[in-house]
C-alpha cells in the first residue's frame, strides 16, 4: 500500500467495516505513524484530533478493532479496514457509529463461534463433542440433516421446514470447519461460476 499522506495534510480518512457483517462501524483519521502502528501490531490505531496524538482505539474500553484486512483506495488516499470488533464500537455505545448491530453476516458469526468452541475444546458443548467425533460422523450428520430438509420440503408446514433448514445450514458449518475449510471459500467458488 502506497498511501498518499500529504494529499491532505498528513492525515487520511478510514473507514471501518465489520469483517463478517461488512457493517460500517466508523470513520476515523490516521497519520503515517498510526498507520504503520496499526499494520505492525495488527489493532487499529488512529491519529485523534482532538486528543492531538495517536490513540488506538479500545485503550480505555477494551473494545478493541482486530484487522482483518487493509485496501486503499483508488487514489491511495482513504483506507478501508475490515476488522472484527470485540465489542461494540461506537462511544455512545452503540455497536457501530452509524447505528444498531445489523444481522447481515449471521452466518458468519456462527461461523466464528463454531470456530471458537471447536478450537477451545468447550466441554458440553453440543458443537464440540460432534466434532470430535470425526469426519464420517459429522458427514453423516449433515447428510440426514439433508434428508429432513427434502422431507419437509415436500410437506406445508413452513416451521418445520425452516427449522430443519437452520439445522442443516448449522451442520454443514461444522463440516466446513473438520474439513478445514470456510463459508468464504465456498462463497469463491459460487462467485467464479456466476462469471461463466
Not at 460432534?130 to 420440503?153: H, S
Request: with cysteine.
Amino acid at each position: 500500500m502506497k498511501i498518499d499522506f500529504k494529499k491532505m495534510n498528513n492525515l487520511v480518512p478510514v473507514i471501518i467495516q465489520d469483517d463478517r457483517t461488512l457493517q460500517v462501524l466508523m470513520l476515523g483519521y490516521m497519520n503515517e505513524e498510526a498507520f504503520e502502528k496499526t499494520k505492525a501490531e495488527g489493532i487499529v490505531t488512529f491519529f485523534s484530533r482532538s486528543k492531538n496524538r495517536l490513540w488506538t482505539k479500545g485503550e480505555e474500553s477494551g473494545n478493541f478493532l482486530t484487522v482483518k484486512s487493509m485496501v486503499e483506495d483508488c487514489d491511495q488516499d482513504t483506507i478501508l479496514i475490515k476488522v472484527i470488533p470485540t465489542h461494540v464500537v461506537c462511544h455512545t455505545g452503540s455497536f457501530s457509529c452509524f447505528g444498531e448491530k445489523e444481522d447481515k453476516g449471521f452466518l458468519y458469526e456462527l461461523q466464528t463461534k463454531i470456530s471458537q468452541r471447536i478450537d477451545d475444546k468447550v466441554e458440553g458443548s453440543y458443537t464440540y463433542s460432534l466434532f470430535q467425533r470425526g469426519i464420517n460422523k459429522v458427514a453423516q450428520k449433515v447428510g440426514e440433516e439433508a434428508v429432513e430438509v427434502v422431507i419437509e420440503a415436500k410437506d406445508n408446514n413452513d416451521d418445520l421446514f425452516k427449522n430443519e433448514a437452520a439445522d442443516l445450514l448449522y451442520h454443514f458449518l461444522i463440516l466446513l470447519k473438520a474439513k478445514n475449510f470456510s463459508l468464504e471459500e465456498i462463497e469463491e467458488v459460487l462467485r467464479k461460476r456466476d462469471q461463466k
